[in-house]
């Protein structure tokens, strides 16, 4: 409901449960709530606050070996980062998640991480690789059904074609099955 203000009321007090215990379980939701503490400010635009909180999110989950948890605070870094064109952080974190999603043979993360990679490569106007990152999302979003990474994946088909390869005609058609896929996916955005 993006209702901020009423979500940090719960997290302080979930966080308040978990203040004082050490074990593993403890540890694993103190870092769901930083991380989503993370996903407030994040939202709000305060962003130096939202990556200490993910950051402080990361060393839990890397503590705790968390690697599926490691990948989604990541992956909001690299987002953060892109949004704040920091694209060399933007970049770092998007090969972390690269790195954990190979490690977790996680098809959907792999697809999310190489988008990820292709964004930043591509706002670093690094092209090398991108055609590859993009098939993959693509490859993967048509197995899966998701019809949502399948319009991203193509958007950034037909930006690459468009800024790399000056290929007019193609992006176009990119550009459209992007569309086509986003209204399946219900994404109005």
């Given amino acids: 409901k993006s209702?901020?203000?009423t979500a940090a009321i719960y997290y302080n007090k979930s966080l308040e449960l978990f203040k004082n215990k050490n074990d593993n379980r403890s540890v694993r939701y103190r870092g769901m709530l930083q991380h989503n503490f993370g996903v407030i400010y994040h939202y709000r635009g305060k962003y130096d606050s939202a990556v200490s909180y993910y950051q402080e999110a990361a060393r839990m989950y890397k503590a705790l070996?968390?690697?599926g948890l490691l990948f989604l605070t990541y992956n909001n870094l690299s987002t953060l980062y892109t949004q704040t064109l920091d694209n060399n952080n933007a970049l770092k974190y998007a090969k972390e998640c690269m790195e954990i999603s190979n490690r977790l043979k996680d098809s959907f993360k792999i697809s999310v991480a190489s988008l990820?990679?292709?964004?930043?490569k591509s706002e670093l106007k690094d092209y090398v690789?991108?055609?590859t990152l993009i098939?993959?999302?693509i490859k993967i979003?048509?197995?899966s059904g998701n019809y949502y990474m399948l319009g991203m994946g193509y958007k950034f088909l037909g930006k690459y074609q468009m800024e790399s390869k000056n290929d007019k005609r193609n992006c176009i058609s990119s550009f459209k099955s992007a569309l086509d896929n986003m209204i399946k996916a219900g994404n109005e955005y």
């Fill in 135 to 137: 098939d993959k999302v």
């Fill in 129 to 131: 690789g991108i055609d």
């Fill in 141 to 143: 979003s048509k197995e």
């Fill in 65 to 67: 070996n968390d690697d």
């Fill in 116 to 120: 990820a990679m292709a964004s930043a």
């Fill in 3 to 5: 209702n901020f203000d």
